[in-house]
T-cell receptor, first 111, second 111 residues
Framework: GQQVMQIPQYQHVQEGEDFTTYCNSS?????IQWYKQRPGGHPVFLIQ?????EVKKQKRLTFQFGEAKKNSSLHITATQTTDVGTYFC???????????FGTGTLLAVQP | GAGVSQSPRYKVAKRGQDVALRCDPI?????LFWYQQALGQGPEFLTY????????KSGLPSDRFFAERPEGSVSTLKIQRTQQEDSAVYLC?????????FGPGTRLTVT
């Protein structure tokens, strides 16, 4: 079945450093979404990417969707302590509305 | 307006008991999803409704799991004869057009 992997599993940075998480799907995706889950919280939607090669920015966050629509990345510039949490990508394949979540990357930010 | 709500927030069940978990989606959201999230893992898809129709139940782990949404609004996830491996957070999400809005989840502990 479809699998979505993320690397790294865990990243510890100093506040102000940049951070990137990578997402890879075993199959081509129709679109990809990114969610953030704070410790003890629930996933919160960040963004959806649909087009091959698409790049979207939200303030310090930059999201990319690969040309083959099988991979994606999230880059955070100049991390802040409020960025702490687990970042999940979630892919949708084919005509289904089913989302397959990635394994997640836990970001720790040291002040 | 109110977000997605779930009840109970915490449930402790003895092995073999039946449990029922409730989800109140955002009013007007057509799509409703159930996920199971184990500690340190990403949400795993269980089932999906569009209005009252259950369009995908491929993620339900066994026939002990049953979900319904009879009037296209509130949904209930029922687990019969609970087992220890059912211990997890059960997340409900609703959606109107792509992005999913998650509830706080129900933490189920089977002893």
């Amino acid at each position: 079945g479809q699998q979505v992997m993320q690397i790294p599993q865990y990243q510890h940075v100093q506040e102000g450093e940049d951070f990137t998480t990578y997402c890879n799907s075993s199959t081509t995706l129709s679109n990809i979404q990114w969610y953030k889950q704070r410790p003890g919280g629930h996933p919160v939607f960040l963004i959806q990417l649909v087009k091959s090669g698409e790049v979207k920015k939200q303030k310090r966050l930059t999201f990319q969707f690969g040309e083959a629509k099988k991979n994606s990345s999230l880059h955070i510039t100049a991390t802040q302590t409020t960025d702490v949490g687990t970042y999940f990508c979630a892919g949708r394949g084919g005509a289904t509305n089913k989302l397959i979540f990635g394994t997640g990357t836990l970001l720790a930010v040291q002040p | 307006g109110a977000g997605v709500s779930q009840s109970p927030r915490y449930k402790v069940a003895k092995r073999g008991q039946d449990v029922a978990l409730r989800c109140d989606p955002i009013s007007g959201h057509v799509s409703l999803f159930w996920y199971q999230q184990a500690l340190g893992q990403g949400p795993e898809f269980l089932t999906y409704f569009q209005n009252e129709a259950q369009l995908d139940k491929s993620g339900l782990p066994s026939d002990r799991f049953f979900a319904e949404r009879p009037e296209g609004s509130v949904s209930t996830l029922k687990i019969q004869r609970t087992q220890q491996e059912d211990s997890a957070v059960y997340l409900c999400a609703s959606s109107l057009s792509g992005e999913q809005y998650f509830g706080p989840g129900t933490r189920l502990t089977v002893t």
